[in-house]
């Protein structure tokens, strides 16, 4: 972690080298903790076919149609997951007595894949996302930071071998080495966190990505194993897969606010919205 902050592969992500050795050491972050309880929620649409990442490369072809990442095609997966994993608490609370807890949902400095594979969810890809053989990797990932003495479950060994799909269908060749990503590169960064303009260079091969992208997700092999999800929270909001790129961009900042309610999108704002398109 500190090697890939002192490349600068972090970016405009200020928040990632804000918080020391917290990041790696979870008891640092909540005092008193002892172990890590690792959840994952799968976000797949249900309404997915078998060739679903066939059909997802090909809409990359059609430059009138705006491509959406697909968790952010429903609901703010932030406040599902936290909701989920607070009633597992609150469960867990039931059986055994009170304890001391915090949740995490992507929302605080905790190496989430690290804690994940260390749990045997799964093992870090070369893309760096977690990936399992009976899953891949589309899903989110939550935490439960616990001052119980659990018993700690074993590591996944990694099933990556020599593929290298994912590094190689990366657009703006961002995945600099295995298990190695420069999020300035990145085009889920620059359509989400990078603040400034999108550069010259990658304006291109950005295409019609405007949030998000799942390409090096789309090539991996493991994912013809990715679950549907199981709640209909993770829909597609209506007109919302296959939007039109001229229909998006004529959104005022009031219509923008009131159509991405509870969407993981509305955060970048309006503004940042029109420079993705």
């Not at 600068?8 to 002892?34: C, F, I, S």
Request: aromatic share 8%.
């Amino acid at each position: 972690l500190l090697a890939w902050l002192q490349a600068g592969y972090h970016g405009d992500m200020d928040y990632m080298a804000n918080h020391g050795t917290k990041r790696a050491r979870p008891a640092e972050l909540v005092p008193g903790t002892v172990r890590a309880i690792v959840a994952r929620m799968p976000y797949l649409p249900m309404q997915r076919d078998d060739d679903w990442r066939r059909h997802e490369l090909a809409r990359l072809d059609d430059p009138a149609t705006a491509v959406i990442s697909l968790y952010a095609r429903g609901r703010d997966y932030h406040k599902v997951l936290r909701n989920r994993l607070q009633q597992l608490a609150a469960r867990i609370e039931t059986a055994i007595g009170a304890f001391g807890y915090r949740v995490f949902t992507d929302s605080a400095p905790v190496m989430e894949v690290a804690l994940a594979s260390q749990g045997g969810l799964g093992w870090r890809g070369k893309h760096t996302l977690l990936l399992d053989r009976d899953g891949g990797s589309m899903f989110f990932l939550g935490e439960i930071l616990v001052d119980i003495p659990l018993p700690a479950d074993s590591a996944e060994a990694p099933h990556c071998g020599n593929c290298r799909r994912c590094i190689d269908i990366c657009p703006t060749q961002a995945i600099v080495e295995p298990y190695l990503v420069d999020a300035r590169r990145c085009i889920s960064y620059l359509t989400i966190e990078h603040k400034g303009a999108i550069p010259e260079d990658l304006r291109a091969p950005m295409g019609n990505r405007v949030y998000g992208c799942d390409d090096c997700q789309l090539a991996c092999p493991w994912n013809k194993f990715a679950h549907r999800a199981t709640l209909p929270d993770f829909d597609v909001r209506n007109g919302f897969d296959a939007p039109d790129m001229a229909t998006l961009f004529s959104w005022s900042e009031a219509e923008f606010n009131q159509r991405l309610e509870g969407s993981p999108i509305r955060r970048i704002g309006h503004e940042r919205w029109l420079r993705n398109l």
